[in-house]
């Protein structure tokens, strides 16, 4: 799993980051947006898999991330589009969600490498939290 996390972190990492450099043109930023967040959807269906290997703060943090999606994708459905209401649905809050993403990828690969093995991992996190 430490390996899996890893990776995960780094390919969510690089595509962030180019994100928001990609702000800078403006439209690019938009494509690229469009781009994390299938990456990231993608590497939440991993991690979902894995639901029975991640602490329960990791499990936490996925069932918040998994809210999140599904409110901005109803949300963004039965929305009213006007010019500043576009700019909001469309380039703030996903990247706000982006944000948390890479929070919780963050938090759990600094987990799952705080211990030597993921049973005592998840024992210890289990245990405190």
């Known amino acids: 799993m430490k390996k899996t996390v890893k990776?995960?972190?780094i390919i969510n990492l690089i595509l962030y980051?180019?994100?928001?450099l990609g702000f800078f043109g403006y439209l690019l930023g938009f494509a690229l947006?469009?781009?994390?967040g299938v990456v990231q959807l993608v590497i939440s269906i991993i991690l979902s898999v894995m639901w029975k290997r991640?602490?329960?703060v990791g499990r936490s943090m996925m069932a918040i991330y998994w809210a999140a999606v599904a409110l901005f994708g109803i949300g963004a459905y039965l929305f009213?589009?006007?010019?500043i209401e576009i700019l909001l649905v469309w380039g703030v809050v996903p990247m706000l969600i982006a944000t948390y993403h890479m929070y919780m990828l963050f938090k759990l690969k600094s987990i799952t490498y705080m211990f030597e093995t993921p049973k005592q991992a998840l024992n210890v996190l289990d245990e405190e939290f």
């Open 7 to 9: 990776i995960l972190w």
């Open 17 to 20: 980051g180019a994100t928001l």
């Open 33 to 36: 947006m469009v781009l994390l």
């Open 54 to 56: 991640l602490p329960s």
């Open 80 to 83: 009213n589009q006007e010019d």
